[in-house]
């Protein structure tokens, strides 16, 4: 289950100055460094001037869900902030990897075999490699991409002995109707237990639980830039 807390204003630095601030009360309540969370601020749908308000508060980690949106609003925006660094959180089709490959610092949805060959087939053609994070299917749910984390160990044994693919963190996006944290906790296992560092995980609804359960990147949309104005397609 999901709430938030408040509703974002139409600030768009204030509202990332109240997610910061919240990530780093709830590093603090379990004694970590929130140096170790990384805000990825996600952007899809919203409006370009929404973006470079962003970018002028000093964010510089943005998530995008389709490959040909982040294209068009990103190409010149990472002309005028080269240090940006690009999440793509949304599922990959095989004929989109060559762009993705060429546009994105991290691929966080790796999520089967063919993708995996591809994405590493690429890289070696452009010698361009992302971070990749696995998306792990934590809930089991049939519509939903993701390794089920019975075959986490398997996948990413071959990501590294097959594909040729380093892999360096699982990510989710628990059940809407289930409570977040068992879900956050279960990644959380999975990751320490195949030893990969990068855990990506907590939406608006629920970062402040996911960064208390050891989230290295928290993906936030709604409670820095408001309400997104239509629904993203696949892709
Ligand atoms: C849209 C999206 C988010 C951000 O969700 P909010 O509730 O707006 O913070 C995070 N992760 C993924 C994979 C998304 O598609």
């Known amino acids: 289950m999901s709430h938030s807390p408040l509703p974002p204003s139409d600030d768009v630095a204030a509202n990332l100055a109240e997610v910061r601030a919240r990530i780093g009360t709830a590093a603090e ?28 508060a000093g964010q510089r980690v943005f998530g995008e869900n389709r490959v040909q949106e982040a294209k068009a609003k990103w190409t010149d925006l990472k002309a005028d902030y080269p240090d940006v660094e690009l999440h793509l959180i949304g599922p990959l089709q095989t004929n989109k990897v060559k762009e993705a490959v060429a546009l994105f610092d991290v691929i966080q949805t ?35 991409a993701g390794i089920p984390p019975a075959e986490v ?17 699982l990510m989710c996006i628990p059940p809407a109707e289930e409570e977040a944290a068992l879900h956050f906790a279960l990644l959380a ?32 949309g709604t409670s820095i830039f408001g309400a997104r104005q239509t629904q993203p397609a696949e892709g």
């Open 29 to 56: 309540q379990v004694g970590r460094d929130p140096r170790g969370v990384t805000l990825v601020a996600v952007s899809k749908v919203q409006p370009v001037e929404k973006l470079r308000a962003a970018l002028v």
């Open 153 to 169: 160990g398997a996948f990413l044994a071959a990501c590294k002995a097959d594909y040729g693919i380093p892999v360096s963190g």
């Open 110 to 144: 790796v999520d089967r075999p063919k993708l995996a060959q591809a994405l590493a087939a690429e890289c070696r053609k452009q010698n361009r490699w992302p971070q990749f994070f696995v998306e792990v299917n934590t809930g089991e749910e049939p519509q939903k």
């Open 189 to 220: 296992d999975l990751a320490r237990r195949h030893f990969v560092p990068g855990l990506s995980m907590g939406m608006s609804g629920d970062y402040e639980v996911a960064v208390r359960l050891g989230a290295s990147h928290v993906r936030v």
